[in-house]
């Protein structure tokens, strides 16, 4: 029972990192019928950035808080940046090529990422500061931290903001019409443009708030820590129905559910055979599975409804 | 108000209009008939900026030949296009405040809102309602009204009458003049040419991508070829 309680709150605290993640996926998918696979550099971007922001302040004196909250600050500038290039440089000149061009060139863009990131930061694991106190809180038999709770709730705050965004406003109502049909959205006077680029400027935010999440959780920060992030978080979007956004939050949180108890009982259920270290197998078990079963995702509309 | 200038549209190497010119003056509605395939409805793209063209646009005096098709609407062309194009999954309240998307005067969107609802009151009926959950002709009031929002000069029109049972067409054809009785200017393309020749003051029949032949509506409606290629007599 303890090992279940914990492992759901592990759960919680992984799924809401990949939902941040996975919303940057789905919402690129829903305006452009790309899967971005660079987004998982940029994830990694805004955990490096935001390392090197928080240590040289923290060392210069300033407060401990305000440090953190410059490093984060950063890590979203330098991310809205760099997805705002992305887009530019390496999608919008293929925007009519055949939908294989620009899957190949997100791969590129993903290696060109992580050798940037290598040259800056070199290939060590960094060891990422503990952003806020460790001592555990006991509930119910089982332990949660303060870090856990913060990034749990600040997941929270941002797919709410994000809702309210596409849903209440004037800007994500065009949203949601050029993603639609951006030819009948454009004679409404949106410039889909425009939306293309706010869609990847707010989906590489919050991957950088995703980026400081998962290195604050797991104490370390790499020039490699993308790539894998960004196939759950893929794969979290899959399940949830790639191109719907509640979809793609319901996706990471169940993904990070599925691993952290898959991690927690893997060893019981096969005496021991296999170990925690197999967490990753549960995430692309879940993608092939999905593939097979129920490819539009727990809440994908069929493709056939793109007209 | 519309001028178009030897106007040449192809897809692909294949010439879907091949040098047409017309006119469309304010304040009257201008029919653009022709049989499926003439170039009627890349005609209408054309002029949305929706497709590449070759000749001259010229829309209140302004060439729009360098304009993006999401900068038309801010000078007063609607398009209204073929299959209606409403955003399914957007509610109907939604789709309309898409229509004023361009605008910032929200008193006067308000204002215009309401006139729509009165020429419109199924879309008031239906304002929470997702827009693919409507029937074919209340989406096709939906595609007028929301075109209407962003109050247009020039309204262009595309096959309103398309797919719609008879007793529908009646009804947005109603609608299309109540809308012209305003002032909007509207250029209609229909297969039905009875029905747009009725409507209208002045037509333009399409063949293969050209314009055969140009007159008043009645005269049109008189001319024996016409009558006898697209009045089925």
Redesign the interface.
């Known amino acids: 029972m303890d090992t279940f309680v914990q492992q759901i709150i592990n759960g919680l605290t992984l799924g809401s990192i990949y939902a941040l993640v996975a919303l940057g996926y789905t919402m690129v998918y829903g305006i452009l019928g790309l899967i971005n696979f660079a987004h998982g550099e940029v994830v990694m971007i805004g955990a490096l950035t935001a390392l090197a922001v928080i240590k040289p302040l923290a060392g210069a004196g300033l407060p401990w808080p305000l440090a953190v909250l410059a490093g984060v600050a950063a890590a979203i500038a330098a991310c809205m940046a760099l997805g705002f290039v992305i887009e530019r440089v390496a999608y919008r000149p293929l925007r009519n090529a055949p939908r294989l061009a620009p899957l190949i060139t997100a791969i590129g863009v993903s290696m060109v990422l992580q050798q940037l990131a290598m040259i800056i930061w070199g290939r060590n694991y960094h060891s990422f500061p503990q952003l806020l106190p460790a001592t555990p809180r006991a509930i119910g038999g089982a332990q949660i931290t303060d870090l856990q709770i913060m990034i749990v709730a600040v997941a929270i705050l941002m797919m709410a903001g994000l809702a309210l965004l596409v849903n209440r406003t004037?800007l994500g109502?065009?949203m949601?019409?050029t993603a639609?049909?951006p030819?009948?959205?454009?004679?409404?006077?949106?410039?889909?443009n425009h939306i293309v680029s706010l869609t990847f400027v707010i989906g590489s935010a919050l991957a950088a708030v995703a980026g400081v999440m998962v290195s604050a959780n797991y104490g370390i920060a790499h020039y490699n820590m993308g790539f894998i992030l960004g196939l759950k978080a893929f794969t979290a979007a899959v399940l949830g129905g790639i191109g719907n956004l509640t979809g793609a939050m319901l996706g990471g949180i169940l993904l990070g559910l599925i691993e952290a108890l898959g991690a927690g009982y893997i060893g019981d259920l096969t005496g021991g055979f296999l170990g925690s270290d197999y967490q990753d197998v549960f995430a692309f078990f879940v993608l092939i599975v999905v593939l097979i079963f129920r490819p539009s995702g727990l809440m994908g509309e069929k493709v056939s409804?793109r007209? | 108000m519309l001028e178009a200038i030897n106007l040449e549209v192809s897809y692909g190497g294949i010439a879907a209009v091949k040098g047409i010119s017309f006119a469309v003056e304010e304040g009257e509605m201008v029919a653009l008939i022709g049989a499926n395939g003439a170039g009627k409805t890349s005609t209408l793209k054309a002029l949305?900026r929706?497709l590449p063209a070759r000749g001259t646009i010229r829309f209140l005096g302004e060439e729009l030949a360098a304009l993006?098709?999401?900068?038309?609407?801010?000078r007063g062309m609607?398009?209204v296009?073929e299959?209606r194009?409403v955003?399914?999954?957007?509610s109907v309240a939604?789709n309309l405040?898409?229509?004023a998307?361009?605008r910032r005067d929200h008193a006067a969107i308000s204002a215009d809102l309401e006139r729509v609802h009165e020429l419109l009151p199924r879309l008031l009926e239906r304002r929470t309602q997702l827009a693919g959950t409507l029937s074919g002709g209340e989406q096709q009031m939906l595609a007028l009204g929301?075109a209407l929002m962003?109050r247009p000069r020039l309204l262009l029109l595309d096959e309103p009458s398309m797919g719609l049972a008879p007793l529908m067409v009646h009804k947005v054809f109603e609608t299309i003049g109540a809308v012209a009785a305003t002032g909007v200017t509207i250029l209609l393309v229909e297969q039905n040419a009875k029905l747009a020749l009725e409507s209208a003051s002045r037509g333009y029949v399409m063949e293969g991508g050209r314009i055969t032949l140009a007159d008043s509506a009645g005269n049109l409606l008189a001319d024996r070829r016409v009558r006898e290629a697209y009045l089925g007599e």
Not at chain 1, 185 to 190: F, N, R, T, Y
Not at chain 2, 68 to 74: E, K, N, T
């Open positions: 004037r109502r065009a949601r019409a639609e049909n030819q009948i959205a454009g004679l409404m006077g949106v410039d889909a409804e007209a | 949305a929706l993006p098709s999401h900068g038309l609407i801010g609607a398009l296009p299959g194009g955003f399914a999954r957007l939604e405040a898409m229509g998307y361009s929301r962003g």
